[in-house]
């Protein structure tokens, strides 16, 4: 009794030393990005983020979702900061108050991918509509992410481009995932079927099967991305200093030549541009 005695004097200032050797400010030394799946899946988010917690000792856990989702996310204010490539959403996102300023960091391209023996017949152009309409006439697979993605997003602008009205004309040989990038890209390679995809995402899978690259290059193929701080005007737990520390890195000369050096073989993933203002 005298040693249980003992134990129970010694429990508060044991409770008190332990929390002092865990203060609240070290708990909250992260932030939350809700961000694509195509800055996660191909891995520059991992070449990206160590540079970042070391220098700052900030840790940043990111939530990787179609840019829908993610926009979701930060509208929730589950996010510090969303980090996404849908100009159109981004700019509703901040036009109804949820993001405080919109800020472009990098760009690449979507590719149009398909089989090798090509049975739609659009391998070698650059319009993406004219092959569009041929996958639609063939009806040859067409894999869509079905997922409110930035990807999603600008593969329905391109149909409607097209005069196809997706919603009402698909069948059979149009399938909605559901999925982010690299599970619709296996649905893809499993079905010999199209898909439209970012190129960073391409450049890193490595299930490609019978699958190529078959339409590249055409100005509708653009894909910028931006990178938002939630409001926290909106949602009084934003970590505002934290999350804008973050993009101002992102977009700064260090940021930027990160994002340039990150490379798969000879290939780079993405270009930086945060010092083009309309981008």
């Not at 044991?14 to 609240?24: E, F, K, Q, R």
């Not at 890195?249 to 073989?265: E, L, M, R």
Request: hydrophobic content about 40%; overall charge positive; aromatic content about 10%.
């Amino acid at each position: 009794m005298e040693l249980r005695g003992k134990w129970l004097f010694w429990i508060p200032f044991m409770t008190l030393a332990i929390g002092a050797l865990s203060p609240v400010s070290l708990a909250q030394n992260f932030i939350t990005v809700a961000s694509t799946t195509s800055t996660e899946q191909s891995g520059l988010f991992k070449h990206l983020l160590p540079a970042y917690e070391k220098k700052t000792g900030v840790q940043v856990r990111v939530v990787a979702l179609g840019t829908g989702q993610a926009l979701d996310m930060g509208k929730r204010g589950d996010a510090d900061v969303v980090f996404v490539h849908a100009r159109s959403l981004e700019d509703k996102f901040i036009a109804e108050g949820y993001g405080v300023e919109r800020f472009p960091v990098m760009y690449n391209d979507f590719v149009l991918i398909g089989p090798k023996s090509d049975p739609a017949k659009i391998g070698g152009g650059k319009d993406t509509l004219e092959a569009l309409r041929k996958i639609k006439a063939a009806s040859a697979p067409f894999v869509s992410r079905g997922d409110k993605s930035g990807t999603h997003t600008a593969e329905l602008a391109l149909w409607k481009q097209a005069g196809i009205d997706i919603a009402k004309e698909k069948g059979p040989w149009y399938r909605d995932t559901g999925q982010g990038m690299g599970p619709a890209l296996n649905t893809a390679s499993s079905m010999n079927g199209y898909i439209l995809a970012d190129r960073g995402t391409w450049i890193s899978f490595k299930n490609r099967g019978e699958l190529a690259i078959l339409v590249e290059g055409d100005k509708r193929l653009f894909n910028q991305y931006g990178v938002i701080l939630v409001n926290p005007e909106k949602h009084k737990h934003v970590k505002k200093e934290l999350g804008q520390a973050f993009i101002d890195w992102v977009i700064s000369p260090d940021g930027q030549k990160a994002i340039a050096d990150y490379k798969i073989g000879d290939e780079q993933l993405f270009f930086p541009n945060a010092n083009d203002k309309g981008a």
